[in-house]
């Protein structure tokens, strides 16, 4: 069903961004079709979401906007336009939004324009499964995290390859014309101290809101694509493959078909025998006792 799996498949493409819902900061990212839309949101406390076909958003519609009478993919193609600008930073100055918190979940409430009329939407998020908030949020920030370590691993050995170079061109005689661009050799102990000190209180003090800037985003991003990738290598080897047989249901090795050697001297011992079938079989011949050589005299 292209519905809800080819959705969120395309939904895990999409980076999370930074949003504003009346004056509540959240992370969001959204997914529109003309089969429907799944939006995912959360505070970093609670994770939301809503799956709509074009079944419930042409009902919705009829409740919300009595007024319009356009067809379904109208209104979703309207969605699409006001919410894609706004996770990119750049939301329609005529569209307002709200939130309320309830125990069921989250409400979202929409009102903009539509052909010269009113247009009102309401999402209804509910809470993310498990599973979903692992998929969209903690394998890939789990993995983030991984390749930005590797990355700072690989920027300090150039680091330090870069300082023992400069070292060799200083014993050779060389000499630094602008006094001012000289920097000391890389520790790298000393700089996670002051890192841990001094950068990571400011980091951790920042807004909730602008957490994925547009080099996050674009890891993010990169980092899914290669998941996908993975998962579908996966799923071919598993069709290839296909399933193991059991215990329970494999049988004895059957012997292997008869060669065409076989079967050709088979056949002919078969036309042999059926062509005399009144031959008896030969018995073997006794041996003949060796007779006493008679003397002249015997």
């Not at 050779?172 to 996670?192: I, K, N, Y």
């Not at 909730?208 to 990738?229: D, I």
Request: net charge negative.
């Amino acid at each position: 069903m292209e519905g809800s799996e080819e959705l969120e498949s395309s939904l895990l493409m999409q980076p999370w961004a930074s949003v504003c819902f009346g004056e509540s900061a959240f992370l969001a990212k959204a997914c529109f079709r003309d089969t429907g839309y799944i939006l995912l949101i959360s505070d970093l406390s609670s994770v939301w979401y809503e799956s709509a076909d074009a079944e419930a958003v042409g009902q919705r519609s009829k409740e919300l906007n009595k007024r319009l009478t356009v067809h379904v993919s109208s209104f979703l193609h309207r969605l699409c336009n006001l919410m894609y600008p706004l996770l990119a930073g750049q939301p329609d100055a005529a569209t307002s939004f709200s939130c309320h918190h309830a125990a069921s979940g989250l409400s979202l409430h929409l009102k903009s324009e539509l052909s010269g009329l009113p247009f009102y939407w309401d999402f209804h998020c509910c809470p993310a499964p498990v599973e979903m908030v692992s998929r969209h949020l903690v394998r890939p920030l789990i993995r983030m995290s991984l390749a930005l370590q590797y990355q700072v691993q690989k920027l300090t050995s150039l680091l330090l390859q870069k300082d023992a170079e400069i070292e060799d061109y200083m014993e050779s005689g060389a000499v630094l014309s602008r006094d001012r661009l000289r920097t000391e050799p890389f520790q790298e102990t000393t700089f996670q101290q002051n890192f841990m000190a001094e950068s990571l209180p400011k980091i951790c003090g920042a807004e909730e809101g602008q957490a994925f800037t547009s080099a996050l985003q674009q890891l993010y991003a990169a980092v899914t694509q290669q998941e996908a990738k993975q998962a579908r290598k996966r799923q071919h080897l598993d069709d290839t493959e296909g399933p193991a047989p059991t215990a329970e249901t494999a049988g004895p090795p059957h012997p292997p078909p008869p060669s065409q050697e076989d079967e050709t001297v088979s056949s002919s011992k078969g036309t042999t025998l059926a062509s005399s079938p009144a031959q008896k079989p030969r018995l073997p011949a006794a041996k003949a006792k060796p007779k006493k050589a008679k003397g002249l005299f015997s």
